[in-house]
């Protein structure tokens, strides 16, 4: 797949396009809130409505925490030079959320952002949930930058990650016959899915909340090779340690090799970077 074309960008009708996806986030986050999911319009888990179960001082220190944080990110940038590094995430977070909905609602996945303690602090950007069971089956992490040593470390530290038992997401949620569920989350598998900023402009430029558009189509299929490159490669190590983080694994694991079969990912696709994620 060629990420280095992209259309002619057009700022009257990118607006246009942008508030097509905004209005499409919100209605789908207004559907998710109806289920007593706790986030944003933007599909973002709140940590205040985790009130009844942490202190509103600990929610207060996490908020600071984060404060903090993005502070020091600030200066690096400004240091570094590298300046909409965060709103390019941001952006990317936002687009991934809304692709995954669409393409996960026959497949009954639901798709929602950590919360930005947990984006920041347990390295998780999306959790994804079994509609049928409720339960969360994996956490994905977004990345602008398709190679390079930022990239190559986020691979090395994701397999370590999982390897030590997956991610621990503080503001967590599932559901349990009928009803959300908030509260701690262990043995969570984390993958990567990198996406240059140019192909999440395409997206925007092209979306149609009526119909999934060839684009979107493009960036699923590619999701799903690099996802079904990190479970094949996973599923070589021993996980018995963790029980909890092999069941969900291997649920995930299944959704992820019947959507490839689906979609007609050639095996070919997968094999180009298996040796680089295995590590």
């Known amino acids: 797949m060629n990420f280095e074309k992209f259309p002619i960008r057009f700022p009257e009708r990118e607006k246009s396009q942008r508030e ?57 940038e400004i240091k570094d030079q590298r300046f909409g590094t965060e709103k390019i995430g941001e952006k990317l977070e936002e687009v991934f959320s809304l692709l995954l909905n669409k393409m996960f609602e026959k497949n009954e996945m639901i798709v929602v952002r950590t919360s930005k303690y947990d984006d920041i602090f347990a390295g998780v950007d999306h959790l994804i949930l079994d ?12 990345l602008s930058e398709m190679s390079g040593r930022r990239y190559e470390s986020k ?46 402009d395409q997206i925007v430029e092209t979306f149609d909340p009526q119909k999934v558009t060839p684009q979107e189509k493009d960036v699923f299929r590619y999701f799903l090779a690099c996802l079904k490159l ?38 070919e696709k997968r094999e180009v970077e298996e040796s680089r994620v295995e590590g």
């Open 155 to 200: 691979i090395q530290a994701i397999l370590a990650k999982n390897l030590d038992g997956g991610a621990r997401i503080k503001y967590g949620v599932r559901i349990e016959e009928g009803k959300v569920k908030k509260g701690r989350l262990q043995q969570v598998p984390v993958f990567l899915f990198a996406l240059p900023p140019q192909k999440i």
């Open 230 to 267: 990190q479970t094949d490669a996973l599923a070589k190590k021993d996980m018995k340690a963790f029980p909890e983080l092999e069941k969900r694994f291997k649920g995930f694991r299944e959704k992820i090799t019947l959507l490839s079969k689906e979609y007609q990912i050639p095996e």
């Open 131 to 142: 509609a049928k069971t409720g339960n969360v089956v994996a956490g994905i992490d977004t």
């Open 20 to 76: 097509k996806l905004e209005n499409y986030l919100r209605e789908k986050a207004e559907i998710l809130k109806s289920m007593d999911l706790p986030i944003d319009e933007r599909l973002r888990i709140k940590e205040e409505q985790f009130n009844d179960i942490y202190s509103k001082s600990e929610i207060e220190r996490d908020n600071q925490k984060i404060i903090q944080r993005q502070r020091e990110w600030e200066e690096k």
